[in-house]
């Protein structure tokens, strides 16, 4: 089976862009798993502030997600695909422990792990003091949010190349 990649990292760090031009590039030998975040928010589903409601949030963009790449998996069985953000990025927003994650997904830190064969993790322009111009208008909300993403991923012991 081929590679499944995952792109992430903060809001402007140009994951979008880079996907753009890796899809102009190889059409034909990547598929691109769309971001779920922005899919829901973007759909009409609004953000809000308790922990009950950013878990549930939390839940239907790991479900999408999961049938997500397994439909681009399914229709590209041969094709490099890479995710716009992966399964573990809802713990960088996860109100409660990394075991109540897993529990509440029904899944767990291995399954996920074996997911994925590495992860790209674009670094934000806001580390930097820069300001943030994303192209993800979804994602410009999030720019006060602190990011564990990559620390996420290298603490479960997942290769990570960083871009800065």
């Known amino acids: 089976m081929k590679k499944r990649i995952v792109l992430t990292g903060g809001p402007g ?9 890796l899809r102009r590039e190889f059409s034909k030998q990547i598929v691109v798993v769309p ?5 829901l928010f973007s759909g009409g589903i609004e953000r809000g502030d308790s922990a009950h409601l950013i878990k549930a949030h939390q839940q239907a963009i790991f479900s999408l997600q999961k049938h997500l790449e397994h439909i681009q998996r399914t229709m590209h069985p041969d094709r490099l695909m890479l995710c716009d953000r992966g399964s573990l990025d809802g713990l960088a927003y996860w109100p409660g422990e990394q075991d109540e994650f897993f529990q509440c997904l029904n899944t767990s830190l291995e399954i996920e792990l074996n ?11 806001a580390k930097s003091g820069q300001s943030i111009h994303s192209n993800n ?14 620390t996420n991923y290298k603490l479960f012991g997942l290769s990570t190349l960083t871009l800065i």
Request: proline letters at 5%; one cysteine or more; glycine letters at 6%.
């Open 35 to 39: 971001e779920s975040a922005t899919m």
């Open 115 to 125: 997911q994925y064969d590495a992860v790209i993790f674009f670094e934000t322009a």
């Open 137 to 150: 208008p979804v994602e410009t909300n999030l720019i006060n949010k602190p990011y564990c993403l990559m």
């Open 13 to 21: 760090g140009g994951k979008t862009t880079a996907i753009d031009l």
